[in-house]
């Protein structure tokens, strides 16, 4: 009777784990779902920064950051006041030359000759924050360039609309790129990436990266 009474419990709580599984499921399915439909077209208003070093080494990974530095600070007066992705694009094409010239002199210049390759394509990105904006993991668009071997850990960021160019650690970004994101986002696209504080920001990255697992999984 006693053997008879803890199978009972066990089925019961088995039923109850599986019943808990199932709704937290449909859930997050859900969510993954709003989370796709609103981002299959707003990934494609987006041009990110995707630098990938060498190697994993310390100089190498110092490297990376000096390029980026020199990237972003040439192509920064020439992005601000874009209008349009398209504009950006033909901005960032326009400038590969100069750019390739910009990273290898920076390489050079620190003792190094590796090869640099860039241009713009589709790379996966993982649930990432700036400032007070979080961005879905998922394919964007991005002015990707690779250092050397490029085995070593990437540095990404956003450049249209320039949230390169902001300050994270404030929590918030610019009046002028708030009103840019505005411009090239519905308003549900916008609700879906906007954080209005810490605790919002929190939650869009838990949820994003639920999501991501999710979707990994699946």
Not at 100 to 127: C, H, M, W
Not at 165 to 176: A, L, R, S, Y
Not at 189 to 198: H, P, S, T, V
Request: hydrophobic share 40%.
């Amino acid at each position: 009777m006693k053997l008879k009474n803890i199978k009972k419990r066990i089925y019961i709580l088995i039923s109850i784990l599986i019943s808990i599984l199932i709704i937290a499921t449909l859930i997050i399915g859900k969510e993954i779902n709003k989370i796709e439909a609103c981002t299959y077209d707003y990934k494609d208003k987006l041009i990110r920064f995707h630098v990938i070093a060498n190697s994993d080494t310390d100089e190498d990974q110092k490297l990376k950051l000096k390029v980026r530095d020199a990237v972003i600070s040439y192509l920064q007066p020439k992005l601000e006041n874009s209008k349009s992705i398209d504009e950006s694009e033909a901005i960032i094409k326009n400038e590969y030359k100069q750019l390739e010239t910009i990273s290898r002199n920076i390489i050079l210049k620190n003792g190094y000759d590796y090869n640099v390759n860039l241009g713009l394509q589709y790379s996966n990105f993982p649930a990432k924050q700036y400032s007070s904006v979080v961005l879905p993991a998922g394919k964007y668009k991005a002015l990707k360039i690779i250092i050397g071997e490029g085995k070593g850990k990437n540095w990404w960021c956003v450049m249209f609309p320039p949230l390169c160019f902001v300050d994270d650690e404030n929590g918030v970004i610019d009046e002028k790129t708030n009103e840019k994101l505005k411009e090239i986002l519905t308003t549900q696209e916008y609700d879906l990436i906007m954080a209005r504080n810490k605790n919002e920001a929190n939650n869009l990255k838990f949820k994003f990266k639920i999501a991501e697992l999710f979707q990994n999984i699946f």
